[in-house]
């Protein structure tokens, strides 16, 4: 009894989280309003580019010290077909902080309150940063491996699906 129980509450706990996305999979629609209030994101939108979607807080100190890193990859790549979404975690009431963070930035940044990337699964570690292929396919799911990136793992990462046809 107490197993169906035990059960019974982790299939509950699965369905308010939603299931993890899985690298190799096809990649879950991610749709997010970006700070300027009238941009929309829509994952789908982007099939033929490579997505990077990038999970971070102003209160997070390896999230702020990453940044660098990707706008530098960034403005190497863009013109490659590459696009950065950056999804800050913080709350409204830090707005001010995240506008202030993003103002350093170029590539499209979001509040989690006006995101919805539920198909990703819960986000339990920050930052995250989940990689979409040319053809929609998640490649990387940034709750697995290393946490932060650098400019040579988004590089060696990347780069090589930057090439791809």
Known sequence: MRFLLLLAIAFTALRAFGAEATAGTPAPE????QLDGETRFR?????????VI???ATWCTPCVAEMPALQAYYNRHKSQ???ILAISMDEEKNL???????????FPIALKSEADFSGLGRIWRMPST???????VLQR???T???EVTLSSLEATITPLLRQP
């Open 141 to 143: 799911n940034g709750s």
């Open 96 to 106: 001010a902080a995240v506008r202030s963070m993003a103002s350093k930035f170029s």
């Open 130 to 136: 989940f990689v979409v292929d040319k053809q929609g």
């Open 145 to 147: 491996g290393e946490a």
């Open 54 to 56: 990038n999970f971070w």
């Open 43 to 51: 994952l789908s939108a982007y099939r033929g580019k490579v997505v």
């Open 81 to 83: 077909g590459l696009e």
């Open 30 to 33: 991610i749709k997010a309003k």
